[in-house]
């Protein structure tokens, strides 16, 4: 076994099956799958997946205590097993923080702690922002802010450190149309063509897949380029690029404060080609009460072996903080 999966394997907890799921209707277009795990008493915590559109995965349920943590996990509009896959129409960062007020007063909570990493990190702080009196506190890895560098950062500076990946994302755009690589895609992924939009959200994620890791694990990439996969990440993504996320200019940073009240820990790859350190690391210096973590052998994937150590920690030291702040384990 090599000592990556190892130490992985003992970093986070073993894997657990919801207690209990359902499926949420939110308007005319969307319904939302959502599932609860771990203790039915125990202290909530919402986890936010990444993407936009990557949807849920069963190890995502494995950062957390199963016996203190109440977690709640859903699949965001047009992800995982939320329908329609990869819709994009009424899907906006509006709408999806009203998705999680919606599915918090369903499920009678008051507050929880808030935790999510790379477009989870991004919904997080502009959740938060919008309802800190909901928040506990805040868990968040592979910061993305959503701003225009960060976003052609994505599209074109990867290139960087992956040639051969970013030259495979490129090779179906004619030369004409490359010096504006979001339009390009956008343009097949919400053509009238049902194919070319499958070939390119294939393409896009694939892309984004093969860049999550310090050191290469095709299986991801693999994982990406499927359909199920595929249709969320690329669509969603394109979609929520081309509308910077349907924030307003550096919002997120503009409104730390709304938020510094509360704790928090980042937890960010030295080597993240998808997120760089520097949004991170800004994040920090407007929010400098939160803790930083740098994990130095690590890139841009929630299971990097130091990043699950790093993240099982945080939650592990909010159980801490919660009682010794005596907060009772019934939050409902």
């Known amino acids: 076994m090599p000592v990556t999966e190892l130490t992985l394997r003992t970093a986070v907890y073993p894997l ?17 799958y959502w599932e609860e795990c771990g203790n039915p008493k125990g202290v909530p915590v919402l986890f936010l997946h990444g993407g ?18 109440r977690i709640v996990l859903f699949d965001q509009r047009g992800a995982g097993k939320s329908t329609p896959l990869g819709e994009y129409r009424n899907n906006t960062t509006q709408l999806l923080i009203g998705d999680i007020e919606r599915l918090r007063q369903m499920l009678g909570i008051t507050q929880w702690l808030v935790f999510g990493g790379s477009w989870g990190s991004t919904l997080a702080l502009a959740y938060g922002e919008a309802h800190p009196e909901c928040c506990t506190g805040f868990v968040l890895r592979g910061i993305f ?17 992956f040639p051969q990946e970013h030259a495979q994302f490129v090779a179906n755009i004619p030369e004409a149309e490359r010096g504006d690589l979001l339009q390009a895609y956008v343009k097949r992924l919400f053509s009238d ?9 294939r393409t896009w994620s694939r892309y984004e897949g093969s860049c999550l890791h310090l050191l290469p694990h095709p299986e991801v990439a693999d994982e990406f380029g499927s359909d199920a996969v ?14 910077d996320a349907f924030l307003t200019d550096d919002q997120l940073i503009r409104n730390v404060d ?30 400098p009460e939160a803790s930083f973590r ?8 929630a299971f990097e072996p130091g990043i699950a150590s790093a993240l099982v920690a945080a939650t592990e030291q909010f159980k801490l903080d919660f009682r010794i702040a005596g907060k009772p384990a019934d939050q409902r």
């Open 52 to 69: 936009p559109g990557a949807g849920l995965s069963p190890r995502h349920r494995q950062f957390f205590d199963p016996a203190y943590y």
């Open 258 to 287: 709304r938020i510094r009240h509360l704790p928090a820990v980042i937890i960010q790859g030295r080597y993240d080609v998808v997120c760089p350190p520097r949004s991170a690391w800004r994040l920090h210096q407007a929010w």
């Open 16 to 32: 657990i099956e919801p207690y209990r799921s359902g499926r949420l209707p939110v308007d005319e277009v969307h319904t939302l």
């Open 230 to 243: 595929a249709l969320g990440v690329g669509r969603l993504e394109a979609h929520y690029f081309r509308h």
């Open 193 to 201: 063509n049902a194919e070319e939009n499958l070939q390119a959200a």
């Open 145 to 161: 802010l959503c701003t225009q560098p960060e976003i052609d950062w994505f599209l074109n500076g990867v290139q960087w450190f």
């Open 294 to 301: 740098m994990i130095e052998d690590a890139g841009h994937a």
